[in-house]
């Protein structure tokens, strides 16, 4: 049984609309982050968070901004899409990296 | 930096067939490493890991051995099934990050 969750799974969205990718996570865990994963399959880290009230870009440049107002919480927001953020979008928690990451199924987005 | 490398795919084989997926990393000091699993349309699974030198993670058939001198940590499965199919990622962190740093993953087909 999944102890983070990721909604919408599946997502079409029209050019120029705001979204957000919710994620939450039931198991406490103080750090989250945000991968893209292109087609090729690679992933690519976006955002990630510490705790609440942290949010650092990363590796990758992203149009997207997330907020971490409490610790089960790790939204991420499109203010304006485009056919380039069509992707799978996966979220992810740790305790300590040390211990691996737990991860949702993801959600595929696709702008049209 | 901290940098994992896999052999690149996609890899078919024949069910019941001997597997090895290829990881070699490049750290600093003693890093842990992990292999994670991603079946179709799904986020990713920790699937095995290890913490030490000399250590073997295993899970569901599948092994890995942390070969410090050898800079590696392959995965190994003896007897391949059709649900194995899926794409596999190796992964380390070490002391002192709060992330893990990915592979470009390797994806699997296994055939009837």
């Known amino acids: 049984e999944a102890d983070i969750y990721q909604t919408p799974r599946y997502l079409v969205i029209g050019t120029g609309k705001k979204i957000t990718l919710e994620c939450s996570q039931t198991?406490?865990?103080?750090?989250m982050y945000w991968y893209q994963q292109d087609p090729g399959m690679e992933l690519h880290l976006i955002h990630y968070?510490?705790?609440?009230?942290?949010?650092e870009k990363g590796d990758l440049s992203s149009e997207s901004t997330v907020s971490r107002i409490r610790t089960e919480h790790f939204p991420l927001t499109l203010e304006s899409a485009r056919p380039s953020h069509t992707s799978q979008y996966l979220c992810?928690?740790?305790?300590?990296?040390?211990?691996?990451?737990?991860f949702g199924s993801g959600t595929r987005l696709t702008v049209v | 930096g901290n940098s994992v490398t896999q052999m690149e795919g996609p890899v078919t084989l024949s069910e019941e067939a001997f597997l090895t997926i290829n990881c070699t990393y490049t750290?600093?000091?003693?890093?842990?490493l992990f292999w994670y699993v991603q079946y179709p349309g799904e986020g990713l699974q920790l699937l095995l890991k290890?913490?030490?030198?000399?250590d073997k993670g295993s899970n569901k058939g599948f092994e890995a051995t942390y070969r410090k001198e050898t800079t590696s940590f392959h995965l190994e499965k003896g007897s391949v099934q059709v649900s194995d199919s899926a794409v596999y990622f190796c992964?380390?962190?070490?002391?002192?990050?709060?992330?893990?740093?990915f592979g470009k993953g390797t994806k699997l087909t296994v055939n009837p």
């Open positions: 992810a928690s740790s305790e300590r990296p040390v211990g691996g990451y737990t």
């Open positions: 198991m406490g865990h103080d750090k």
């Open positions: 968070s510490y705790g609440v009230n942290s949010t």
């Open positions: 750290a600093t000091g003693y890093p842990s």
């Open positions: 290890a913490t030490k030198a000399d």
């Open positions: 992964a380390l962190t070490w002391g002192g990050s709060e992330k893990l740093v």
